[in-house]
């Protein structure tokens, strides 16, 4: 068994300010990775720029990356970054503009090389990466994920390399401009990570831990974010601080587990629908979750997930979930190619512990 988490991770309100010594020892010059309008909003991209400031600190920002980020703008920002000689980056943002930040502080690095590289394995120099994250779901703050969408193939998919950011500044304050359905999104994709990293080839009894934490987490906050879907209106005026705090150490928890075990079935079929029809990344994964526990074989791993987060069943999961979520309707084509897609994808299928065939994937959609 191992355990490998190498990112030194802070999580405290005024986070960014309270370690800005920590940040900026990770170079002369920053470039700054982030989308155009929430980081702004919620008061992070501030944050940082004030910290380096203060530690004099010089800074360059790329305020382009978009929902489901591209290779296209990944190499933008590496020709802004190679121009301003930057020598670390910082993500700030969702899911989006951290994945992001990795990939370009990659290509930064290796400036003779092209894009072609994210996807081969080979041994590559990275510059130093920070994140701090303003959504509770994708953990990249620590994970060594990077997930790009390839136009070609019309889909995503993680990049070859790992890259561990060297420092994750986290604050719940971020979360609190956040709509209703982008909170229960990004929560269900943590969700989805802790789950699908319990129920996985690579589940050891030390990266178990972390899964076991964020369901128990989630089990905390899970009527509460009910309630708010319910009643509607901004989190903000719902939920309490203690649960944007719980909602960021799930998320962080969860990519702590995932970052051991990687993800399953849920996420490789999620990638397409996501492609396709635009359906943001944790309510494309939610759709499968049901079915990947109600086929899933190990029945007893089933039981204790589904009791550390307080469900009875299945059945009872399901219906949370469809409230929470709302159901989304796949078309035939569109889930045929999923289908045969994932049958393909021998990376996500290995990290699922028994056989898998077509027939069970298709009972798969809700
Ligand atoms: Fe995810």
Redesign the pocket.
């Known amino acids: 068994m191992q355990i490998y988490m190498p990112t030194n991770v802070y999580s405290e309100n005024n986070c960014v300010m309270n370690h800005s010594k920590e940040l900026a020892v990770l170079g002369s010059k920053a470039l700054l990775v982030t989308g155009r309008h929430s980081s702004q909003a919620n008061g992070s991209l501030e944050d940082v720029k004030h910290a380096l400031q203060e530690e004099g600190t010089a800074y360059v920002i790329f305020d382009k990356i978009e929902e489901n980020p591209s290779i296209e703008t990944v190499m933008q920002a590496r020709e802004l970054g190679i121009q301003e000689n930057v020598d670390f980056v910082v993500g700030i943002g969702g ?1 989006s503009p951290m994945d992001a930040a990795k990939a370009i502080a990659l290509m930064i690095a290796n400036p003779r090389e092209d894009e072609r590289i994210l996807y081969e394995a080979c041994e590559l120099g990275c510059l130093p990466v920070a994140e701090v994250p303003t959504t509770a ?3 990249s703050e620590v994970t060594p994920y990077a ?1 790009l969408t390839i136009h070609a193939r019309r889909t995503k998919q993680s990049i070859s390399h790992r890259i561990y950011p060297a420092l994750a500044l986290i604050d719940s304050r971020y979360l609190k401009t956040e709509s209703l359905n982008t909170l229960i999104n990004t929560t269900v ?2 969700l ?2 802790l789950i699908e990293s319990y129920l996985n080839t690579n589940a050891n009894s030390y990266n178990r831990m972390y899964s076991e934490k964020g369901l128990r987490l989630f089990a905390e906050i899970k009527d509460d974010l009910l309630q708010c879907r319910r009643f509607g209106g901004e989190p903000k005026q719902t939920l309490s601080d203690d649960v944007f705090d719980q909602l960021m150490q799930m998320s962080a928890t969860a990519g702590m587990a ?1 970052t051991h075990t990687s ?1 399953s079935l849920p ?1 490789g079929l ?1 990638y397409p629908v996501t492609y396709e029809m635009g359906v943001p ?2 309510k494309a ?1 939610g759709i499968f979750l049901p079915g990947f526990l109600k086929f899933y074989q190990g029945k007893e791993d089933v039981r204790l997930a589904l009791g550390q987060m307080c469900f009875a069943g299945v059945q009872d999961f399901t219906e949370y979930l469809d409230e929470l979520l709302g159901k989304v309707e796949i078309s035939d084509d569109l889930w045929k190619k999923d289908v045969e897609m994932i049958m393909g994808n021998q990376a996500k299928l290995k990290n699922y512990p028994f056989a898998m065939d077509e027939e069970t994937l298709y009972k798969f959609r809700r």
């Open positions: 899911g779901g994708t953990g997930i994709d943590a989805a990570h995932i993800t996420h999620s990344h944790g994964v």
